[in-house]
């Protein structure tokens, strides 16, 4: 028989996060537009538990968002001030201060990344000139990944978890938002790979893994195919963050 599962987290009802998450409020409304196959594939995705976490967030399934009727509605909602998450010279570093709140006009911020893997970021970017002609948005790192359980392909890359987390800090660095709660996402990102790692050491399961994982720092960068498969966010430096 199939495991019971939480159709919120997605996760086995035995391991649900739903319980012990405490969605937080903030100013800013965080839009990940999440391709089909993420949505599909990747149930315990970051970018999910990312969005428990968030009172006011929201999930969009796509690829062309020009036709998306809720994502064009929020574009031309007068009372926001959309921007996209993606690198590029024209992106506004937040950790810089170089968007401040005095450009909002009274418009309240609405923060939209692509959740996917890089090869299907670029197509959806390139399937949606509503989301080419947004104002960018990027931040410069506190730390780098704390993923373990998911190769990352170079130094700067970041889960959707960690990225929002780092868009966080850096709103509040900006004067454009708050962020009290600020231990929940990286301590949620901590015990689901704790919970993946000890599944995959644990004998009386069937899988592959019988060794430990190693620290992100020590293993070689994914190449070619191996690294498109992986799910990314665009990262400040022009390279990708994994949205998973």
Known sequence: MSR????RCFWPEALCWCRS??????RTRFVLLMHPKEFKQEKAGTGRLTHLCLADSEIQVGTDFDRHEAVQALLSDPALYPVLLYPGPTAR??????????ELGGRRLAVLALDATWACARKMLRLSPSLQA????MFTPTAPSRFVIK???QAGCLSTLEATHETLLALEQAGLDAYPDRAQLLDLFDRMQRIQID???????GGYRRKPYGEPGE???ARGKSASRRNFLPSPGGVAFPGV
């Open 219 to 221: 293993r070689l960068a």
């Open 134 to 137: 947004l104002p960018r948005i």
């Open 199 to 205: 599944c995959a050491l644990d004998p009386n399961r």
């Open 4 to 7: 019971v599962t939480c159709y």
């Open 21 to 26: 998450i405490r969605p937080m409020r903030t």
């Open 151 to 153: 190769q990352q392909p």
């Open 93 to 102: 570093n937040l950790s810089r201060g170089e968007l401040p709140p005095s």
